[in-house]
């Protein structure tokens, strides 16, 4: 499959606080997904994006397609402690088929 | 409106076995396909299923097949296990992905609670 870049790998945070995570990739892609995976759990579809520059977003949750289709980034807005979890981004294009690339997580720790 | 849904949630074998995992899909969907999750690899398609077709396969050795039914649930086989196969396998299901023409730019996945697999 494509790689794709997710960064940041863990996140610390407190309970509050705005949250930022991004995914870069070397393929372009027409389509962006983020999901939520809790432990034990399979992951939950949060925002999917389909054109470049859409911006879309879910309760608290902003999710953007970058202009040059590599790029994906999730904000999550005054973060509490259900948030904790792993983010996944993933993407499609042409060249992958049917099937969908992930990002390696990033893990969020949200303390009280 | 039921969820994707995965059996066994949970099962042990020892290498040199053989597993068989079971998906049903959400009500309506057509297209299902399979992941493998591992700490090391992350989340790795195997392959994609659409009216009882493999569409798409992943990098997976031949022990790893699958197959689905006219009602679209569907299932994944792995024979001769291997320690490296203990994993969590999800199923997703999509609502889109008719077959034939140009990729269409729809298809959410949604996926299953998956089947913890460890090989002894």
């Known amino acids: 499959g494509q790689q794709l870049n997710q960064s940041p790998q863990s996140m610390f945070i407190q309970e509050g606080e705005d949250v930022s995570m991004n995914c870069t990739s070397s393929?372009?892609?027409?389509?962006w997904l983020w999901y939520k995976q809790d432990p034990g759990e399979g992951p939950v579809l949060l925002i999917a994006?389909?054109?470049?520059?859409e911006l879309t977003s879910n309760g608290r949750l902003t999710a953007q397609f970058g202009i040059t289709r590599k790029d994906s980034f999730l904000n999550i807005s005054a973060s509490i402690p259900s948030d904790v979890g792993i983010y996944f981004c993933?993407?499609?294009?042409?060249?992958?088929?049917?099937?969908?690339?992930f990002g390696k997580g990033t893990s969020l720790l949200v303390t009280p | 409106k039921a969820g994707v849904t995965q059996t066994p949630r949970y099962l042990i074998k020892t290498r040199g076995q053989q597993v068989t995992l079971s998906c049903s899909p959400i009500?309506?969907?057509?297209?299902v396909s399979w992941y493998q999750q591992t700490p090391g690899q992350g989340l790795q398609f195997l392959f994609e299923?659409?009216?009882?077709?493999?569409?798409n396969k992943g990098n997976f050795p031949g022990r790893f097949s699958g197959r689905q039914f006219s009602n679209s649930r569907s299932e994944m086989n792995v024979s001769t296990l291997e320690l490296g196969d203990s994993a969590l396998y999800l199923c997703?299901?999509?609502?889109?992905?008719?077959?034939?023409?140009?990729?269409?730019?729809?298809?959410?996945?949604?996926f299953g609670e998956g089947s913890r697999l460890t090989v002894l």
């Open positions: 997703a299901s999509s609502l889109a992905f008719s077959s034939g023409g140009a990729l269409p730019n729809t298809g959410e996945l949604f």
């Open positions: 299923y659409f009216s009882e077709t493999q569409r």
């Open positions: 009500s309506g969907h057509r297209s």
């Open positions: 393929s372009i892609f027409n389509t």
């Open positions: 993933a993407g499609r294009n042409s060249n992958s088929g049917y099937a969908l690339n």
């Open positions: 994006l389909y054109k470049a520059g």
